[in-house]
């Protein structure tokens, strides 16, 4: 909402600076969003231009010394050019000669001295002005200069020049009573305040509503428009009829009649004002209706009263508002045909639709010059439906924001009467003395109710009754004290304030917002604490994201929308397999954001892909969830997830070393387990994975007693070449965070450290090459028993020496006793029992 | 007798004579040949020693104590010469040690947490200290629980300040704020007393710009009890932003609008990065809005199991990103998600 100022002044008298203002609403939650000035000074560059600027605060001010109001009492032909005249204009100070080209001063060239001077802002040599011819705002000083050998040392000002539109056909011509050679400044300098209207105050989104709280914030009275129709007008009985058919839709109708207006522009003053305020002039009768709008909030809608007659086949106008029916159309304002929806409600007569309710008027029955009786509108509009036409119609108005968001039906009538006035005053014509009105449903006279402890209760503060009923008076809310219980009647403007419990909590808010936000102290809940809840997943999630990172991965996050087709890159091994459901949007924002991901492999895999190219080395994970659709839910499993993905050199190159090799399906195994030690998750063991993103001989499933962790292993080499990686392989992992969850154990035992020394011992065992290392060493474990506390894998050989299809492998082997140092004898009977163990279990014969 | 005499006189030469050359020993090796050579088998002194049986027996005594200060005369001398030897070795050696220290060292490959997660663990472990547990809800919602039981009914003109992701489940949707999470715990927790935190990522249908993303993480604070006020609140949100940004940070509340929070209000805090001098962060306003809060609702304590006539309590959400952006003066929230290696290693 633009407020300028100067208007704002009409309602209420206000001694604060600008930035008081702006600084005042903003803390009552009016937000001002950055000043404009048109004129007026700006107050940080008269307080030296500090850097900080609490409101932002532009525009042009105009020096009191170089501009001025002026008159031109003569307008000359250019001795050279057609297309520019000579002003005789009078500063104030005296008689001068401007050129100009305003083709709008083209009608009075030639025709000697005006009966009437025409009063327009004057520009000195020297004056800050923009630019006029350059597109944009570009600031330039008047300078002195030839045009057409006829001196030019200053202008008559357009309102671009001035900083107030776009404007530049033409000059400003003030109204007629602007007196000459006083500053521009003080006659008509302004600044607009663009204030934030919340989507709760749409009440403020006037001149009153706004000039309201500044007279509530600041104790100052509030001087509204008077709206008393003068009573010596004809009557508009007979003259039109109103039928609401659904007061629920349209809670009240009224209809107000001027005869004989004029077409004619407003005052200069009027223009202005629309003008700072964001519309657009039209002329007096239009421009009317859009300044009550601004002024206090109902929009309006001004029919031509003969159209309608002759519509009407000569008889009383009926207005009629309705839903549309199936496949209506309309022609609006715009020029648009519009197709109508069931919910859109519609102003109608006997011979059609006239306009969209609350949004906008028909293209027939709008104002043209030949308008001269109108019939003025002004209703209520259930909010829903104007909001739904408003998207259904793509099609934003001033009037269509006010109306769905809700307006007080008592504005109705009063919309009626100021505009009529001011249509009067602006156009000329006569005012019937009263108004048809159809109020079928009246609106709620809301009662609330605020206790001195529900002000303690919500706000924290005491407050006695007599200054919370003091505090919501100058909000107008009418208020009776009742011991400590405050009963409110609320104003007939505002339609936000519910009853009962929840009357407390808007009262409440109105009386912490004029009471003041800044002055509420603040406090620490006296309230007992909350039991403490025991929150494993998250702790356990926690500690898994902290030792990936300690292990040297980098944490990536990636958006949870992803496409099929590139989850679908995981699963190239099986290119025909059917993609499983997702859950999919139904208004993506590009097809690459389409659905929820399944996979949060496939997310980092993306990220690993991305990246390849910037480092040697790469190591990633992710945590997070991914959305499994469930049959015959609504909502997803949004089951928790750990993916891991590594590629690139085992240890990047330095100085003194260069060392090639590569990160390996060991590498990551390595990353597992130590994740696995640090959630002390034990009983783990490894199988081979059936998974179609994963090397079928690179890849192992991992679990813990018997339940599935998750896979790990080298991506395919077809899934891999769906990525663009150079390196020759790809390591990648998933796992399911609840098994990990699950697993992981938060209580365990610390064994002792032992005492008394270990006997160490190397055992090299020959084995098939199709024996897996995993039960050589079950072997061991089981014949070394208890007293084999280290089994330590460090060499694996193969050649002739042992034969071919053979391999040995080489373990370091702790034994020890908790009680006492393990005689030579002892030592040699555990390592018999291995060997006998390990031959039985998997023909292990030691090497020699 | 004169013999014996000159004996006396000769063990003082050798001890002349050792001590002498030890004078010019400079390093391990001469160190080892004086010893041979003075202090060895055949050394004068040690020979002396062998000696005594050819000495008269009344001269024996004192050829003996002779000889035997001679001998602890030169090896003192000898050990501390040798002290002396190996600290000049010592020296010398590490005279000739001298590394590049310059040069990079080795490094072991340092593994970092995603900024987003290490601004929102940030702001998590601030509340836990002040008694707030973490509590989680789901990233996919039902419009119900998201907007109608928030007092956001269909066709509420406040359902303008959420563009909504839709699914193609009708009345399901992506979650666009961590509100509904208080709804989840109202009525899990119910009538409990709650001072939960409620952290996560939340969905906006909204073209990605370097401001506006269409992901983003979300914290929201709720607590509920019977004597829960709007200063405790502020008092609240105060905590934290001395906690997070420093002990003397400033907070304004100010009035707003959150159909489910009533009265609402944005928090606002002087702006760290200039001390509130003005700066281009903060737009030079000297303020940084950092959270949007309120107490309860009335509909909404409701629609949780609380009586609103008994319960009261207050919510606050807040951007960990935006956070992040702010302290790190990062200029696209967009890298965020596009995880840059460059861009996450330097967090």
């Not at chain 1, 939650?29 to 932002?56: F, I």
């Not at chain 1, 421009?287 to 109902?298: H, P």
């Not at chain 2, 590049?100 to 663990?121: C, E, F, I, K």
Request: glycine share 8%; aromatic share 6%; proline share 6%.
């Amino acid at each position: 909402m633009k407020v300028p100022l100067s208007w704002l002044k009409e309602y209420v008298d206000i001694d604060l600076s600008l930035i008081e203002l702006s600084d005042v609403l903003t803390m009552a939650g009016l937000e001002v969003e950055d000043v404009l000035l048109v004129g007026l000074p700006n107050p940080y560059e008269q307080a030296g231009a500090p850097q900080r600027r609490e409101v932002s605060i532009h525009g042009l001010s105009w020096d009191p010394e170089k501009l001025v109001v002026a008159q031109i009492d003569e307008v000359m032909p250019h001795p050279n050019a057609d297309r520019l005249v000579l002003c005789r204009l009078n500063d104030g100070t005296g008689e001068l000669v401007v050129l100009t080209g305003a083709p709008n001063l083209f009608e009075y060239k030639g025709i000697g001295p005006l009966a009437k001077p025409l009063k327009v802002a004057y520009a000195r040599e020297g004056a800050r002005l923009y630019d006029g011819h350059q597109p944009g705002l570009v600031l330039t000083t008047l300078k002195r200069t030839k045009i057409r050998g006829v001196d030019s040392f200053s202008m008559v000002c357009s309102e671009k020049e001035l900083g107030i539109s776009e404007e530049h056909e033409g000059i400003i011509i003030l109204d007629d009573n602007a007196p000459t050679g006083m500053p521009l400044v003080e006659y008509m300098g302004d600044a607009v305040l663009e204030v934030n209207i919340l989507p709760n105050m749409i009440r403020n989104a006037s001149l009153v509503g706004i000039a309201r709280e500044v007279a509530a914030l600041t104790r100052k009275p509030l001087r509204k428009p008077q709206t008393s129709l003068p009573a010596n007008g004809p009557s508009i009985a007979g003259k039109a009829r109103i039928q609401i058919t659904d007061p629920q839709l349209n809670a009240r109708f009224v209809l107000g009649m001027l005869e004989g207006a004029e077409q004619r522009p407003s005052p200069y003053r009027v223009q202005l004002r629309l003008r700072l305020a964001g519309m657009r002039p039209i002329n007096a009768v239009v421009d009317a209706t859009n300044y009550v709008m601004l002024e206090i909030g109902q929009p309006l809608h001004a029919f031509d009263y003969d159209v309608l007659v002759k519509r009407a086949g000569g008889q009383t106008p009926t207005i009629i508002t309705r839903a549309a029916h199936p496949g209506e159309k309309l022609t609006t304002l715009d020029g648009a045909v519009r197709k109508l929806d069931d919910f859109t409600v519609l102003v109608c007569d006997t011979a059609g639709a006239l306009s969209l309710a609350g949004v906008m008027g028909g293209l027939e029955s709008e104002i043209t010059p030949a308008t001269r009786n109108i019939l003025l509108e002004g209703a209520t509009w259930n909010f829903v439906n104007t909001r739904r036409t408003i998207f259904s119609q793509k099609l934003s108005s001033e009037a269509g924001y006010r109306f769905s968001r809700g307006v007080h039906p008592a504005l109705s009538s009063e919309g009626v009467k100021l505009c009529l006035l001011r249509m009067a005053e602006w156009s000329g014509g006569v005012i019937y003395s009263d108004l048809v009105d159809e109020y079928p449903l009246p609106a709620a006279d809301v009662k609330a109710e605020i206790s001195t402890g529900d002000v303690k209760r919500l706000l924290g503060i005491e407050l006695a009754a007599d200054e919370i009923a003091a505090l919501l008076g100058r909000l107008e809310f009418a208020c009776r004290v009742e011991g400590d219980t405050v009963f409110v009647q609320t104003p007939p403007h505002r339609m936000d304030i519910g009853t009962g419990v929840i009357g407390r909590a808007d009262l409440a808010e109105e009386v912490a917002r004029i009471y003041g936000y800044d002055r509420i102290p603040s406090t620490y809940m006296a309230e007992e604490l909350p039991e403490a809840r025991i929150r494993r997943p998250i702790q356990v999630e926690k500690l898994v994201r902290e030792t990936l990172a300690r292990l040297g991965l980098q944490e990536v996050i990636n958006y949870r929308l992803t496409s099929p087709e590139r989850e679908a890159r995981l699963t190239a091994a099986q290119p025909e397999a059917a993609q499983p459901a997702s859950i999919t949007i139904k208004n993506p924002l590009s097809p690459e954001r389409s659905v929820m991901r399944r996979s949060l492999l496939a997310a980092v895999l993306d990220t690993l892909e991305k990246n390849a190219r910037l480092r040697d080395r790469l190591a990633l994970f992710e945590v997070g969830p991914v959305f499994l659709p469930v049959e015959g839910q609504p909502l997803p499993d949004e089951a928790p997830r750990l993916a891991m993905a590594m590629t690139g050199v085992r240890r990047t190159d330095a100085w003194d070393s260069h060392d090639a090799a590569q990160l390996d399906f060991y590498d990551l195994k390595g990353v597992v387990e130590a994740l696995l030690d640090s959630l002390h998750i034990g009983n783990v063991s490894y199988a081979p994975a059936e998974h179609p993103a994963f090397h079928p001989g690179k890849s192992t499933q991992v679990s813990a007693n018997g339940v599935v962790l998750g896979v790990l292993g080298e991506l395919h080499p077809q899934v891999k070449a769906r990525y663009d990686f150079l390196a020759p392989a790809v390591l990648a992992a998933e796992f399911d965070l609840a098994a990990l969850v699950e697993a992981s154990a938060s209580r365990y035992e610390i064994q002792p450290v032992p005492v008394f020394p270990p006997v160490l011992e190397d055992l090299a065992l020959i084995v098939d090459e199709s024996v897996l290392a995993v039960d050589v060493e079950a072997a061991i474990r089981q014949g070394g028993g208890k007293l084999l506390t280290e089994v330590r894998l460090f060499d694996i050989f193969r050649g002739e020496q042992i034969g071919a299809g053979k391999k040995s492998l080489a373990y370091a082997l702790s034994y020890q006793a908790a009680d006492h140092t393990l005689s030579p004898g002892e030592a040699n009977q555990i390592r018999q029992r291995i060997l006998r163990r390990v031959e039985q279990a998997v023909g292990a014969q030691l090497r020699s | 007798m004169g013999e014996d005499v000159n004996i006396l006189e000769e063990l003082d030469r050798v001890q002349q004579k050792g001590l002498d050359a030890l004078a010019s020993v400079q390093n391990e090796a001469d160190l080892q040949a004086w010893r041979t050579a003075h202090l060895g088998r055949s050394a004068p002194v040690m020979l002396a020693f062998t000696r005594l049986g050819q000495i008269s027996k009344e001269m024996r005594p004192a050829v003996g104590q002779k000889a035997n200060q001679v001998k602890v005369a030169l090896e003192t001398a000898l050990e501390a010469r040798a002290e002396v030897v190996k600290n000049a070795s010592l020296r010398q050696k590490l005279d000739t040690e001298q590394l590049d220290v310059t040069l990079p060292g080795r490094r072991p490959t340092l593994g970092r947490l995603h900024p987003a997660a290490q601004a929102l663990s940030e702001i998590i472990h601030i509340f836990e200290e002040m008694g707030f547990q973490e509590y989680r809800s789901p990233e996919v919602e039902t419009d119900e629980v998201n907007f109608e039981l928030l007092n956001i009914p269909a066709h509420h003109p406040a359902r303008d300040m959420w563009d909504t992701f839709h699914t193609t489940v009708p009345g399901t949707i992506l979650r666009t704020h961590t509100s509904p999470g208080q709804i989840h715990a109202m009525r899990e927790l119910c009538p409990k007393p709650i001072r939960v935190i409620l952290p996560g990522m939340v969905y906006r249908y909204e073209q990605t710009n370097a401001s506006h993303e269409m992901q983003f993480n979300q914290v929201e604070l709720l607590a509920v009890g019977k004597n829960i006020t709007l200063g405790d609140l502020k008092g609240t949100i105060e905590g934290f932003a001395r906690r997070m940004f420093g002990e003397t940070v400033r907070v304004r509340m100010r009035p707003s609008y959150f159909p489910f929070t009533e009265p609402s209000a944005d928090v606002v805090m002087e702006c760290f990065v200039c001390d509130s001098k003005g700066c281009q962060v903060c737009k030079y306003s000297g303020w940084l809005e950092i959270a949007g809060c309120g107490m309860l609702h009335p509909v909404v304590l409701q629609n949780g199991g609380y009586d609103p006539a008994v319960y009261s309590g207050f919510a606050a959400g807040l951007g960990p990103e935006r956070i992040a952006l702010l302290k790190y003066q990062v200029d696209d929230i967009r890298n965020f998600w596009q995880n840059d290696i460059r861009f996450l290693e330097q967090f």
